[in-house]
């Protein structure tokens, strides 16, 4: 073969690959959720929003591109690494007022790329992509959760998902969430025609925790090719969320723990000590706090004791006449913020260490982890805020 003929032949076997290097797909996804509170069908139903992107395997191909909307209208992408570009909407209360700014047709996406072409593609939105179908929980599965028994499998039920002659690939997601252990997750997905209940086992319902549930109805479909050969494609996400908290048995306190002001408190670490009557320490435990400061703990103590919870930086708080002959539910209490030195008193000394390090950041010479109140990563005026808020108060 002649230097010319296998320069022909590679350049052919090479050209494709390189533009699918450089997009490797484009699309639009819809999304709406909403939050369930009874056995009713959740009303108002969805917050809408939507995501368009451009996206490529290599940072640095995709520097700046435009989406074009059916009737004229255009839109300028944000660029993210050079390998991405986006363009996000606004948020709807209804399908109605998505419609009115992303209307069905053709959309055409625009990309300035580094080298070669194509540049254009496009997407045909249709009817089917507006898919108005709210996921919820149906019968009294809503009701049959809350309060519920610890141990005991449940039965759910929910609302189908048939959405006519739509996508090639429709899924169906629940999924259980254990705020206080949020490693411990339930999930299982399905096909929506036939995927529309479950049992979720006693063994993962325990005493006292508290749960979060979403149920999901997500559609995809690829009605298009564009920029070459990259994929095209809409996508549908139906989410609706809800809480509920199954019941204490005798020997568990549960509820929600307060860190005034910090923006993480599942980073924290509780604890908790039983006091007698006399204000003995029974028992000591300490845990990490859980998803939105839910925590639980459980013990083999009995009888009518008192709780005090502490937690570094913060000052202890003590419940009296916590019932450990019954589940105790919603002992609900917030730390105040500002014990930097840990003695047991929001004063002067913390004061000092947080002008010390006011206005640092990690890595600065006069950074402190612990005069950062808020554990944003930053020693600023919201510290200073929680610190004079709480101050002159003591340990419980
Ligand atoms: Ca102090
Ligand atoms: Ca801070």
Redesign the pocket.
């Known amino acids: 073969m002649s230097a010319m003929k296998k320069f022909l032949v590679l350049a052919l076997l090479v050209s494709p690959l390189i533009t699918l290097a450089q997009v490797n797909s484009y699309g639009m996804v819809f999304s709406g959720s909403g939050t369930q509170t009874s056995d009713l069908p959740p009303d108002p139903y969805a917050a809408w929003s939507s995501q368009t992107a451009i996206s490529s395997l290599t940072s640095g191909t995709l520097l700046a591109g435009t989406l074009g909307f059916p009737g004229g209208r255009s839109e300028t992408m944000i660029e993210a690494d050079g390998s991405q570009l986006y363009f996000f909407g606004d948020y709807w209360s209804t399908v109605g007022e998505l419609l009115l700014d992303f209307p069905l047709g053709i959309y055409q996406f625009d990309m300035i790329p580094t080298v070669g072409s194509p540049d254009t593609a496009f997407l045909n939105i249709a009817a089917v992509d507006y898919a108005d179908v709210a996921p919820y929980l149906t019968g009294i599965s809503w009701s049959s959760l809350q309060a519920c028994a610890p141990g005991v499998d449940r039965a759910l039920t929910w609302t189908g998902f048939n959405v006519p002659g739509s996508s090639s690939d429709k899924i169906t997601t629940i999924q259980i969430t254990n705020f206080v252990d949020a490693s411990s997750s339930f999930v299982q997905t399905g096909d929506p025609s036939t995927f529309q209940g479950v049992t979720v086992p006693g063994t993962f319902l325990e005493s006292g925790r508290f749960y979060g549930m979403n149920l999901t109805f997500g559609s995809f479909r690829s009605p298009s090719m564009g920029f070459g050969g990259a994929t095209g494609y809409v996508g549908t996400q139906l989410a609706t969320g809800c809480t509920f908290k199954v019941a204490a048995l005798p020997g568990t306190i549960s509820g929600q723990l307060t860190l005034d002001g910090h923006v993480n408190p599942s980073t924290k670490v509780y604890t908790v000590e039983l006091l007698d009557s006399l204000g003995n320490v029974l028992e000591t435990q300490s845990h990490f706090l859980g998803y939105s400061g839910w925590y639980a703990i459980d013990t083999d103590e009995v009888g009518v004791v008192s709780v005090r919870f502490d937690s570094e930086g913060y000052l202890s708080k003590v419940v009296q006449g916590v019932d450990l002959s019954v589940g105790q539910d919603y002992v609900n209490i917030t730390l105040p913020n500002g014990d930097i030195n840990e003695d047991g008193e929001i004063g002067p000394a913390d004061f000092s260490l947080l002008a010390l390090a006011f206005g640092s950041f990690p890595g600065d010479p006069n950074y402190s982890a612990a005069a950062?109140?808020?554990?944003?990563g930053?020693?600023?005026p919201?510290?200073f805020a929680y610190l004079a808020f709480s101050f002159g108060q003591f340990d419980e």
Do not use: K, R, S
Request: avoid cysteine; glycine fraction near 20%.
């Open positions: 950062d109140i808020t554990g944003d930053e020693v600023g919201p510290d």
